[in-house]
């Protein structure tokens, strides 16, 4: 999630107290889907014939760095670099119509490399550009799995097996790319809302899966994951060595064993006490060297802050989705037009605190299916509610691209993706049409 809104407050504050027991998740079952390989249905690289494309002029914003002199490891993947300082803009992976596509933004050339009959959706590269994770079936059903494919669509490997989610399914990478957190959840349930399960699955089967929560606290009415970060923002990057957590009165950052614990800044954040944080509303910087919080008060207001990575330096910020030179934030805010309820993207520099708005980026909230009534008449819904019957939501989804000039998102499934400048406010339309929001492979700069 990105600025809380009331309904998200109430349900970070007021769901707190339903937390209980959870049914244990069924690590053997995770372990033996993992080490087991399915039929890869299709696998083609990236066709090197070019399509004459119209919207040339805009490539600039898109320039693919791709590495002279890459260094392989065994004999198909490149080693790319982490999602850690500048990087340049390479692939894109997205779904449409129950397949994965890989594009090139340059040329608009786009080739299936994962299709068949089960309906696979929300690609996400892994952070070494090697890997993609895929969500295949309906995430709000028990028969979602998660797959993870090289990154031409070869090697299908099943991680997380179908069964072991209930009540909707969320992923993202470790910044290491070695594991994928899955946001799942079980019953019986702690409250009517999605409660915020955490695993953690090694993608290679090297290490048996583990469920996270507890220890970290369950995050109750809404997900634990941020949906427009790269990947999950809780690990430190680049080693995904240590993790951050909030609670009661408390920043908390563990070992990645979840063995032992230390507290984060109790001298500068004593002076909001009583105060609580949920699952969302703590990230690190993509280059480790800050952390984002939002603190929830007794008097219903949400106070939110950038503060340096031993705790120091607390300054309040706007805080959303990390830029990937950890220079900026980029924060959904509710549109300010009576006659066109929606959402806008908002850019707030870190260091000045100045905030840019990407009037491109405006969209209307859009609602599909049933959907539970919004909590009281002044309180309006600027942002995402999801669940089995239906929901509300602006974007289908929006992220940085990874040289941190530009934002990409996409207003609903079925419409070509924009790109929009950060800098200028300008937007170009890519080529293909996308059903989820799309994942950008990052590339070594070109040097000037």
């Known amino acids: 999630m990105d600025e809380l809104n009331a309904f998200e407050r109430r349900l970070a504050a007021g769901l707190d107290a339903y937390a209980g027991p959870r049914r244990p998740v069924n690590a053997v079952a995770i372990a033996r889907a993992a080490g087991a390989t399915s039929p890869v249905r299709r696998g083609t690289l990236l066709g090197s014939g070019r399509v004459p494309w119209r919207l040339m002029v805009a490539a600039a914003l898109l320039v693919v760095s791709l590495a002279a002199g890459a260094v392989f490891v065994g004999s198909q993947h490149p080693q790319l670099p982490p999602v850690v300082g500048p990087a340049g803009n390479g692939l894109v992976a997205y779904s449409s119509d129950g397949d994965i596509f890989v594009g090139d933004p340059v040329t608009g050339t786009s080739t299936a490399i994962v299709t068949g009959p089960e309906p696979d959706s929300e690609p996400m590269f892994s952070p070494d550009g090697t890997h993609i994770a895929f969500i295949r079936g309906d995430p709000w059903s028990d028969d979602v799995t998660i797959v993870v494919v090289s990154d031409d669509g070869s090697d299908e490997r099943v991680v997380m097996p179908a069964g072991l989610s209930d009540r909707g399914l969320g992923f993202a990478w470790t910044p290491d790319s070695a594991s994928i957190v899955v946001n799942h959840d079980n019953f019986p349930f702690t409250t009517p809302y999605f409660d915020g399960e955490l695993s953690l699955v090694d993608v290679f089967g090297r290490a048996e899966p583990r469920l996270l929560t507890p220890p970290l606290p369950i995050g109750p009415g809404g997900p634990y994951l941020n949906r427009n970060a790269p990947f999950a923002h809780m690990f430190r990057p680049p080693n995904a060595d240590v993790i951050l957590s909030g609670g009661a009165n408390a920043l908390h950052l563990w070992d990645v064993d979840l063995e032992s614990m230390t507290e984060l800044a109790p001298e500068e954040l004593s002076r909001f006490e009583p105060y609580s944080t949920c699952g969302w509303c703590v990230a690190w910087s993509p280059d480790g060297s800050?952390?984002?919080?939002?603190?929830?008060?007794?008097?219903?207001?949400?106070?939110?802050?950038?503060?340096?990575?031993?705790?120091?330096?607390?300054?309040?910020?706007?805080?959303?989705?990390?830029?990937?030179?950890?220079?900026?934030?980029?924060?959904?805010?509710?549109?300010?037009?009576?006659?066109?309820?929606?959402?806008?993207?908002?850019?707030?520099?870190?260091?000045?605190?100045?905030?840019?708005?990407?009037?491109?980026?405006?969209?209307?909230?859009?609602?599909?299916?049933?959907?539970?009534?919004?909590?009281?008449?002044?309180?309006?819904?600027?942002?995402?509610?999801?669940?089995?019957?239906?929901?509300?939501?602006?974007?289908?989804?929006?992220?940085?691209?990874?040289?941190?000039?530009?934002?990409?998102?996409?207003?609903?499934?079925?419409?070509?993706?924009?790109?929009?400048?950060?800098?200028?406010?300008?937007?170009?339309?890519?080529?293909?049409?996308?059903?989820?929001?799309?994942?950008?492979?990052?590339?070594?700069?070109?040097?000037?």
């Open 290 to 448: 800050m952390i984002s919080v939002a603190l929830n008060v007794p008097d219903d207001a949400i106070d939110t802050f950038v503060m340096d990575a031993d705790g120091t330096d607390v300054r309040a910020m706007p805080i959303g989705t990390w830029s990937p030179d950890s220079s900026k934030m980029a924060l959904e805010r509710c549109s300010t037009n009576p006659e066109r309820p929606g959402a806008v993207i908002v850019v707030v520099d870190i260091a000045s605190g100045d905030e840019r708005v990407l009037g491109a980026t405006s969209v209307e909230t859009k609602t599909e299916g049933s959907v539970p009534p919004r909590p009281s008449e002044e309180s309006e819904y600027c942002g995402w509610y999801e669940g089995p019957d239906g929901r509300v939501y602006d974007y289908e989804g929006w992220s940085w691209t990874p040289d941190g000039r530009s934002i990409v998102m996409l207003e609903r499934a079925g419409t070509r993706p924009v790109v929009v400048d950060v800098e200028t406010g300008d937007a170009i339309e890519l080529p293909w049409e996308a059903d989820s929001a799309l994942s950008w492979r990052a590339r070594p700069a070109i040097e000037p």
